[in-house]
């Protein structure tokens, strides 16, 4: 059986720990910067970075139509759940952010405090139990009936699942942690 192709989005961001995640939970993990590349893809990951900055090159090189049509699984971690939210609720740049509007819910951006603030935490869910790293990370302050809320950091929503689609305010990637990578690949 062939390995599932994942392709990771690789304008901005971690996308290298997302591609070595993917090899070690039995996928096939390659760079995304084009609309031909994201054809070949059997899945795709937005990866953390810099949400705004992504936003306005998914724009620039026409990936974000062609992300809205991709039927196929997609997953977005930090910066990747900000990009798949139809709305921003608190936070930054609330009403200038580039979203590709995908999942029905809003984001509270950098909701856990500055870089300075970072931290690891592990979190029970449906899907196993995961390690999760928490850096300048948003969450998910409000869905619709679609979303499923599948983890929390105490009392906010930090993994949620609407159809194929998978969105983490947390960087499982930056673990050595495989179990959300794993899930993923088997919803292809």
Not at 22 to 46: H, K, M, P
Not at 79 to 98: D, H, N
Not at 109 to 121: L, T
């Amino acid at each position: 059986m062939a390995r599932k192709r994942v392709g990771v989005l690789a304008l901005q961001g971690d996308f290298e720990a997302h591609i070595k995640a993917v090899n070690a939970a039995g996928g096939e993990g390659f760079e995304v910067r084009s609309i031909q590349e994201l054809a070949t893809a059997d899945a795709l990951i937005l990866p953390g970075g810099e949400s705004t900055t992504m936003g306005y090159l998914l724009k620039r090189f026409g990936l974000d139509t062609a992300i809205r049509a991709f039927e196929k699984p997609i997953w977005g971690t930090c910066a990747g759940m900000i990009l798949l939210a139809s709305r921003i609720t608190e936070g930054e740049k609330r009403g200038g952010q580039p979203l590709l509007g995908l999942m029905d819910m809003g984001v509270a951006r950098n909701a856990f405090g500055r870089q300075r603030d970072s931290f690891e935490a592990d979190l029970d869910s449906p899907l196993g139990r995961v390690h999760g790293v928490f850096i300048r990370a948003p969450y998910v302050s409000e869905w619709g009936p679609a979303v499923e809320p599948l983890a929390r950091y105490e009392d906010k929503v930090v993994l949620v699942r609407q159809k194929n689609w998978l969105a983490s305010a947390f960087h499982p990637e930056l673990t050595e942690d495989t179990t959300l990578h794993r899930a993923f690949l088997e919803s292809t």
